[in-house]
């Protein structure tokens, strides 16, 4: 089976602009999470959809959205970005529950300037 | 906020000997996970321990749990230069599907050849 695919690998945006990643999941696995990670905060949860419905939350700004199609691929959306966006963006998958085994992507790297 | 605190931050170790980190939690937990990540890359699956299970082994890799100390360990025998990662420590709260997976700040691991 293919693992979870992000793209694109590498991104660099300007403030006030917005962004779209995209993340395929495993074939089969219904859930994909999105986590944010940064050396000052950590992996911080996004968001979990399931079956094209948002299932959990993180506590994030309204700019930051995503969706899930009927395929189970998923994207996220920043919309007008900010200099502390920067980060790297993984994504995971899951056949089910997102609070067992998470098999993750490479990540998307994003740079904002 | 962080659920998991990995303790130490960083370790640096000879190719050969055991690495040892700790992961302390805050609320009460269904299971544990460990997991690995290479520089810049997503993160890989160890070993997930149940609450009602106090230890468990998968390779070089042993991980105990002790829920009265809201506590786990994972110790890597033999380490390789391979090992050379940080390792993350995760926890879902209580909620069964729709839940979330919180990671710990992390131990950066150095093993040198």
């Known amino acids: 089976k293919a693992g979870v695919t992000q793209t694109p690998r590498y991104l660099i945006k300007t403030r006030g602009q917005q962004v779209t990643l995209s993340c395929s999941p495993i074939s089969g696995h219904r859930s994909v999470s999105w986590y944010q990670q940064t050396p000052g905060q950590g992996l911080q949860f996004l968001f979990e959809?399931?079956?094209?419905?948002?299932?959990n939350k993180g506590n994030f700004p309204g700019r930051f959205s995503g969706r899930q199609f009927s395929n189970s691929r998923s994207e996220m959306n920043v919309s007008t970005l900010e200099l502390g966006d920067s980060a790297l963006y993984l994504c995971a998958s899951s056949p089910g529950t997102a609070n067992e085994k998470l098999f993750f992507g490479s990540g998307t790297q994003l740079s904002v300037l | 906020s962080q659920q998991g605190e990995e303790d130490p931050q960083a370790l640096s170790i000879q190719e050969g000997e055991n690495a040892t980190m700790n992961c302390s939690y805050k609320t009460s937990i269904n299971n544990l996970q460990w997991y690995r990540q290479n520089s810049g890359r997503g993160l890989v699956h160890l070993i997930l321990?149940?609450?009602?299970?106090r230890e468990k082994h998968s390779g070089r890799l042993r991980v105990t749990l002790d829920t009265s100390k809201k506590s786990s360990s994972l110790l890597i025998t033999a380490s390789r230069a391979a090992d050379t990662a940080s390792y993350f420590c995760a926890t879902p709260g209580l909620g069964g599907s729709g839940d979330k997976l919180t990671f710990g700040t992390g131990t950066r691991l150095a093993v040198r050849p």
């Open positions: 959809y399931f079956s094209e419905t948002q299932r």
């Open positions: 321990i149940r609450s009602n299970e």
